[in-house]
């Protein structure tokens, strides 16, 4: 993903959503870059992948997920932990975490 934004709401009086932005996708080097964040509060903007957790479905996490570039506003949040809990943010720049080559 290249150069997206993405909106909670356009209220000025946002409240939090439990959904985030993006689920990352269930598999390695995906890369996202250029990604802004709006109004997504406290809720998390950007989670770990959606079926990691399924009986379905037999990749089970652990994946890195690399990500520069982000811009956040009115997001305090950043990620949103999921199940299994196993998901790597890799931040390439520090705009994710504060430290470059940082990880979440």
């Known amino acids: 993903i290249v150069d997206c934004l ?13 959904t985030p932005a993006i689920f990352m996708p269930q598999g390695e080097f995906f890369h996202m870059a250029g990604a802004s ?20 479905f ?8 690399r990500v520069e570039g982000l811009n956040f506003v009115n997001t305090e949040k950043r990620t949103k932990w999921t199940n299994p809990r196993k998901q790597i943010f890799y931040d390439l720049d520090g705009t994710l975490t ?3 080559g940082g990880t979440a």
């Open 58 to 65: 037999l990749s089970q996490g652990g994946f890195t997920y």
């Open 98 to 100: 504060g430290y470059a």
């Open 6 to 18: 993405f909106v909670n709401s356009i209220d000025t009086s946002p409240t939090v959503s439990s």
């Open 37 to 56: 964040f709006v109004n997504y509060l406290d809720g998390g903007a950007v989670a770990g992948c959606s079926i990691c957790d399924s009986d379905t």
